[in-house]
């Protein structure tokens, strides 16, 4: 079992910078592929980006391409997603989510992951 715990959503305004942070539990943190969700009012839950057990491979939308980016520090038991260049359509619940991937290997897909944080909420304000 995999709990997550989601901090550093807020308020902020169009084009800055937020952070967000997830720490795992348990000791099996490595073995896992991490992503990152979110979902805005009315709105079906949609991948923001993913990370590979190691590191080494990420994958993002479109949307955030270019302005978002997803870390991880195994040794810390964290991952993270740094958010620049906020819009207001990036306000949202974000959720942070564990997948059973192999290798190098991520994922897009909801209902492929195992695990998810409770969320954290991000406003972006114009």
């Known amino acids: 079992q995999v709990q997550l715990v989601e901090s550093g959503g807020g308020l902020v305004q169009a084009g800055g910078s937020l952070r967000l942070s997830c720490t795992p539990s348990g000791r099996t943190f490595s073995t896992y592929a991490m992503g990152w969700f979110r979902q805005a009012p009315g709105k079906d839950r949609e991948f923001v980006a993913a990370?590979?057990?190691?590191?080494?491979?990420?994958y993002y939308a479109d949307s955030v391409k270019g302005r978002f980016t997803i870390s991880r520090d195994n040794a810390k038991n964290t991952v993270n997603l740094q958010m620049n260049s906020l819009k207001p359509e990036d306000t949202a619940v974000y959720y942070c989510?564990?997948?059973?991937?192999?290798?190098?290997?991520?994922?897009?897909?909801?209902?492929?992951?195992?695990?998810w944080g409770q969320g954290t909420q991000v406003t972006v304000s114009s």
């Open positions: 989510a564990a997948a059973q991937q192999p290798g190098y290997s991520v994922t897009v897909k909801v209902d492929e992951y195992d695990y």
């Open positions: 990370i590979s057990r190691s590191g080494r491979r990420t």
